[in-house]
């Protein structure tokens, strides 16, 4: 596939490298010509240097044969606009974009990018995971969905322990996905019992997040 | 109407000036430091914004959702492209306008339903019309 990167930061940078070694064509685009000479460096001549949202550079870097644009600068605004342009204008199939501002996230798949990465929520839900006593996760919003997908830790002393899934009553939008236990994902079915220290992908709502929360953890009477 | 501008520049100073004359309330959301400043045109009465954090915010500071129109008028397409389309798809403004340099661009901004303004086309325009007298 034929990739264009707009933004050569570290995420740009990172990105290519891992596109360019399975196999793919890669150009990354940045105003910045020490940037561009970064990537040069250890890539060979993937770089163009332009702004990523100007009509006649994307037409240089042939955006119109491109499969993918992933625009990766540190401004929503840049990168909604490579997006929309890319999309609009060159009908490239796929745009992704980084969130800078997590409020912005709903921005973007409001405005046609097909995948808004929120770095920032990422970061946290990482941070979030590490700290004791906050054990459940965000890991993804599901696009065009009010759903999420969450990972929990089922604590030792929780009245779930034990049971097969049949009879854990889950909120109605929730349900787990998959229950990892030493390390080996396990697909759950109705007679699949919670383990201590099991780890618990859910699909779940804002709203019910709390709830689920509760009910896989609630200590047994 | 209550209209809310974005931008510092010659073309907003005198743009307020003018819409004021026209007994409009206006509010100027000034998120470039180091923009054009307006002596003599007189800024008294006009609520000023000053803000350099996300669009989305400044505008919600700027109580963007009770006006009637919003106008994006900094000297960055994409910051205008940007926070026309929140105006017009998150906060439903009747009228918006974006000053958008790049004609191609600004033809894109059109067929995706905003209300483009491109000077550089527009003095393109004028230059040719005089080329050809």
């Known amino acids: ?221 | 109407m209550r209209i809310c501008v974005m931008g510092s520049s010659i073309l907003v100073a005198f743009l307020i000036q003018e819409l004021r004359k026209e007994g409009h309330q206006i509010v100027h959301v000034a998120s470039e430091p180091g923009g054009y400043s307006s002596p003599g045109l007189g800024e008294e009465g006009v609520e000023k914004v000053v803000g350099d954090g996300p669009t989305l915010d400044i505008l919600r500071h700027a109580s963007i959702e009770s006006a009637d129109a919003f106008l994006a008028l900094s000297n960055d397409d994409n910051r205008n492209a940007m926070a026309a389309q929140i105006a017009q798809r998150l906060f439903n403004i009747p009228k918006v306008v974006c000053l958008i340099q790049e004609p191609e661009r600004a033809e894109v901004y059109g067929r995706l339903g905003l209300t483009p303004v491109c000077p550089t086309s527009a003095a393109v325009e004028v230059i040719q019309g005089v080329l050809r007298r």
């Open chain 1, 1 to 221: 596939m034929y990739i264009i990167i707009v933004g050569c930061g570290r995420v740009g940078r990172g990105l290519a490298q891992t596109l360019l070694s399975v196999g793919h064509e890669v150009l990354v685009i940045d105003r910045n010509s020490a940037r561009c000479d970064l990537a040069r460096e250890g890539m060979g001549s993937v770089a163009l240097e332009g702004d990523g949202c100007q009509v006649g550079v994307l037409r240089e870097a042939g955006i119109s044969r491109a499969d993918i644009l992933v625009a990766t600068t540190g401004s929503d605004e840049d990168n909604l606009a490579a997006c929309q342009l890319a999309k609009e204008l060159f009908n490239v199939p796929t745009t992704m974009a980084i969130v800078n501002y997590s409020q912005n996230e709903a921005l973007y798949e409001l405005l046609g990018v097909d995948m808004a990465v929120n770095a920032t929520q990422l970061i946290l839900s990482t941070l979030e995971n590490e700290i004791v006593g906050r054990p459940l996760m965000h890991l993804i919003n599901l696009r065009g969905t009010d759903r999420r997908v969450v990972s929990l830790h089922i604590p030792a002393d929780a009245a779930v322990v034990g049971k097969p899934l049949s009879e854990v009553v889950l909120p109605p939008n929730s349900f787990i996905t998959l229950v990892v236990r030493e390390g080996e994902p396990l697909l759950p079915d109705e007679e699949t019992r919670l383990g201590s220290d099991d780890e618990v992908l859910a699909v779940t709502t804002p709203a019910e997040e709390d709830m689920l929360w509760e009910t896989l953890t609630e200590v047994a009477p």
